[in-house]
């Protein structure tokens, strides 16, 4: 097969960049022009845009997404012991700032189709001594919001989305009602991570809430427990989104649905290619969410996966594993309570999932050569 023209990418910013350059170039101008790097005019207006985006009243804008996280737990008074819940497969990041905070976290597995949390698994980690849920939103697609909030309700529990693969991905409920991911939970936190779908240029991070006294709260925590300048009130960090990342950001928001389309159209190429062979399973969509695909993820059956990643890295063509490894086995959270065996979905998923390149650029001629090589292995 000819190869493609362009190199493949797993995520490629380059193509992106250069279809918004002038915009995006002229934006970081002003910025330097006026000198205003931190707080700048471009911050505070990315705040209300995104904040109409996503209808949503408070949006307080940080330094990246992990202290998103780590600021939303330290808004919500947890005290070290507390039982924070979230998901074996997931990024990092959830479980870390859990444990930073001297919180406990107890995972639970997923679902082994649309890789959400699980529910049931949630209701039974539940104890006296759980505070908050922290569902993650992975690869794009809303975990099951409408039931996580009626277990928190239940329970009197705190919910944290974790939202940094899903900005602008939509939730519906059953009764039709539509809410954008990241403001249905008490708080909830996203990356703009280059990579991540609405991606700036650098680190940034977003904390969303509807809750008037916990923004307050937040904003203070994020400014060094300030409540007036040189005044402190409680101990807090220092996190802000740089006025360069904003005015970049601004920019991308105004394209992200159209991105979102274009990620889409990509996964229904893939689909489609993928259909029917009974070697791959295609990612299931969740009928109470729409997919922004931050990632498009098979799992494969039969298939030699790492011999899969070399036959395709000769073809030029990237692959990544996310994750392969669940985080109860990872060497930093060694802990007695858990064991090999304990989430067998999370487990057979670390070791059957592939991610195919996935952006906003994708045309069906590197589509094709992606799939076409990808299916002459697994056909072989
Ligand atoms: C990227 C990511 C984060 C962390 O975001 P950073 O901006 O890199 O700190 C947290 N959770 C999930 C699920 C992510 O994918």
């Known amino acids: 097969m000819e ?47 995104l904040e109409q985006y996503l209808n949503v009243k408070h949006v307080i804008p940080v330094a990246n997404g992990t202290d998103a996280l780590q600021i939303a737990m330290m808004a919500l008074d947890l005290k070290p012991g507390d039982e924070v819940i979230t998901a074996d497969f997931t990024y990092v990041a959830t479980a870390e700032v859990i444990a930073l905070l001297g919180l406990k976290p107890v995972l639970v597995d997923v679902n082994p189709n649309t890789f959400d949390i699980d529910i049931a698994a949630i209701e039974k980690a539940i104890t006296p001594k759980t505070k908050a849920i922290v569902p993650v939103h992975l690869f794009g697609q809303c975990a099951n919001m409408e039931a996580i909030m009626a277990l928190a309700k239940k329970h009197n529990l705190f919910v944290i989305e974790d939202t940094a693969q899903a900005t602008g991905a939509e939730f519906t409920f059953s009764d039709g009602k539509k809410q954008k991911a990241g403001t249905i939970g008490t ?123 070399e036959f395709l890295t000769g073809k030029d063509i990237p692959a990544m594993i996310y994750y392969p490894i669940p985080l109860h086995l990872q060497k930093a959270y ?39 090589n990808f299916l002459e292995f697994v056909n072989k």
């Open 3 to 49: 190869k493609v023209s362009k190199k493949i990418q797993m995520v490629d910013l380059k193509s992106q960049y250069e279809n918004i350059k002038t915009e995006v170039d002229a934006a970081i101008q002003n910025v330097i022009n006026n000198t205003a790097f931190i707080n700048g005019p471009d911050v505070k207006l990315f705040q209300t845009e």
């Open 187 to 309: 708080i909830g936190c996203t990356s703009f991570f280059p990579s991540k779908n609405l991606g700036c240029f650098g680190d940034g991070g977003a904390i969303f809430t509807n809750d008037e006294v916990l923004a307050k709260k937040i904003k203070m925590i994020a400014n060094h427990g300030q409540s007036v300048q040189y005044v402190h009130d409680s101990i807090g960090v220092n996190s802000r989104l740089d006025t360069i990342q904003a005015a970049i950001l601004r920019i991308k928001l105004g394209h992200l649905d159209d991105y979102a389309k274009a990620r889409n159209k990509a996964a229904d190429y893939y689909d489609k290619a993928f259909a029917g062979n009974e070697k791959i399973k295609t990612p299931a969509r969740a009928k109470f969410s729409n997919h922004v695909f931050h990632q498009y993820t098979l799992q494969l059956k039969g298939v030699d996966r790492t011999a899969l990643r």
């Open 334 to 372: 060694v802990d007695p309570r858990y064991k090999q065996g304990d989430f067998p979905v999370t487990e057979a998923l670390c070791a059957s999932v592939i991610s195919l390149p996935m952006h906003t650029e994708l045309d069906e001629e590197t589509l094709k050569y992606i799939t076409d």
